[in-house]
């Protein structure tokens, strides 16, 4: 009985200590320190949230850069992957289209070979991210349909050049660029 | 890969090196009660929390009464976190008016988090409040791990301790390893975190509307303070369905660094700790290296595999369930990080890797989670291959062994004989239940091998207290939730009991002094010696159901079939 009493209190007083106080510490720290980042790193352009940086989201109008594909449709809930296996027939048939659909759409030739991030859904549904490489095998598409001139397109791939993010302190992760930011900046470039 | 991959990979593994002497030397300090930086800081809230409960942190108890306490504590954790969430509509910070869990799903996931395997059979952002995850899930969180710390503590004093049947206070290693070393880690990590952009907040969840005129409902939360506490406690459950794959959880290659760093960190210094408090700090970094071989082993195979080419796709490097931003080393490191670990986070799909790195992360599951492990339950459960490993040499040399001068006994083995077998029963057993009924299968994303290896690494993830998934498996059943939970109290429990029987024994022996004829643990021929009864025993064990799933799906992957 005593035991019991003691793990009550004991449980109360670490629930109260790892439950309450010490979450609502970094809430206070983190809303104090880095706002911007503890809120969602969100994208607001005249008062409307127009998305989070960190984010995904789906582009559809050929006029913009497109992301990975998403096995939950970049609809942020649930997050989720496709989860197929690596013999999957159903994750074969779904790369074959992507990766025709993704060549007709760029008028690349059909041997082209595709980043594999474009072909292969991402594990969150929401990766943001897409390789320059991915990002340059649209430019043509994007320059035709928005009808750019020669300087337009210059200023197109300087863009992607400047958007690109390399490893983080030179050391972590992987060369990429943000599929909304650079979209947001495409809509910038004038004549 | 490139050198720039080994480069990442290299100044992980120094970075764990490094840090285990530091955390270890002052973990010692803090379990041992010596004066320690942290004492002046928090020294006070350990007194109140003392008197406040009405413990007396001088008196000590057996195994059984430590155990009972230990036991006691986690019953109460999971009946709470069981009942509030059944009763979550009527509690407050639920913005999104998310309905009560369903019985077994809540009795699922309280068990998940009270074991420390935190297996996710719900979907985090459109489940739980921010009410059950901050007050239910992120206090387990904390104190699962500082049960796993406790039990490894009466192991070290079973070891160290000399014709006694103390093995100390159990209220006191819970409030210690709590207060000195889980809070203030998570604490530092939490704020990193959210310098990447992890997010931190109790608003509601935003709508958004992008330049193309979809709408986009963005999930927010508490997620910074409990994902720091889920890595640092190898508990790896995550604040959203995508788990360390989430940008919000995992947004920048920087904070998956400290996050992969984090899962290894604890059970890694462990070790140092463990060698400083029996006395041999060469004993601790013995245990070190043969985890540090097994995993070096496992990541070599893991990496050569997915970077390999898949001739169904006629493509390597696959981007499958993996993030840009992470890309393949990233995401294979993790993956055999979090298995050795049994942390479980994934920031990955390991549903999607190749067989063969799908085999090394179901290897990793089914040894008992050793390869560093779980906090404090990695290491005991390492004890426990070091005491076959000695009564195996015994046997050959015909003397009866002796561990740290402790003589060990038909009960040791026995006991130890218990702590492995309750796991692989669990493996194989509920396995093989889950594929031959429908509802077993009724839960399948994939067919052929691949669908045998999903319920396979689900029942070795909860039985190893793992947590990590082939997630395609839907295990939001009544089926699977049950199944699972009984999985992974076995698992867990069916460890602690033995262990601390062991302990309890160990304490009352006398301490022989080392001979001439004294078969030494802490030299390469040991280190050997180990790694092959960790091998030979998974591998008699599970090599069978191993080759039904992932070893098959590698050949039949060989022949370009699809299933």
Redesign the interface.
Known sequence: MK?????????L???I????I??L???G???L??PH??????VIQNG??????????????RK?FWS?PSAVN????????????????A??QQ?IYREKSLQEANSLPQNASIP??MI????????????PQAALMQVDRISKERNFIPKQKEKLLSLITNLTEK???R????E?INV?LL??EL?KITR | MTTFDLIQIALFLLALILLTPALGAFMTKVFSGEKHFLKPVLGWLERIIYRVTGVNPDEESNWKTYLAGLLTFNILGFLILFILQMIQSHLPFNTEKLPNVPWHLSFNTAVSFMTNTNWQSYAGETTLSYFIQMIGLTVQNFVSAATGIAVLLTLIRGVSRKTTDKLGNFWVDLTRSTLYILIPLSFVLALLLVSQGVIQNFTPYVKATNIEGTSQIIPMGPAASQIAIKQLGTNGGGFFNANSAHPFENPTPFSNFLEMLSILLIPAALTYTYGKMVGSVRQGWTVFVVMFILMIAGLAISLHSEYATNPVFGAHSMMEGKETRFGVTNSVLWSVVTTDASNGSVNSMHDSLSPVSGLVAMVNLVIGEVVYGGVGSGLYGMVIFIILTVFIAGLMVGRTPEYLGKKIEAFEVQMAIIAVLAPSTVILLFSALASITPSGLAGLNNSGPHGFSEILYTFASAAGNNGSAFAGLNANTVFYNILIGFGMLIGRFGVIIPVMAIAGNLAKKKITPPSSGTFHTDNWLFVMLLIAVILIVGGLTFFPALSLGPIVEHLLMQSGITF
């Open positions: 035991t019991l009493f003691i793990s009550v209190k004991i449980f007083v670490l629930t200590l790892t439950g309450i010490y979450p510490l970094i809430t720290l983190a809303q320190i880095f980042q503890a809120n969602g790193s969100m409307k949230v127009l998305g989070s940086e960190l984010i995904g989201q789906n582009f559809n109008n913009y990975r970049y609809n942020p809930l649930p997050s989720g992957g496709s989860n197929y296996g690596p013999t999957s027939k994750l074969k790369v594999s991030e292969f859904a991402s594990a969150s549904g929401l990766d943001p991210h897409i390789s490893p983080q302190f050391l972590f992760g992987e990429r909304f979209n947001l809509d």
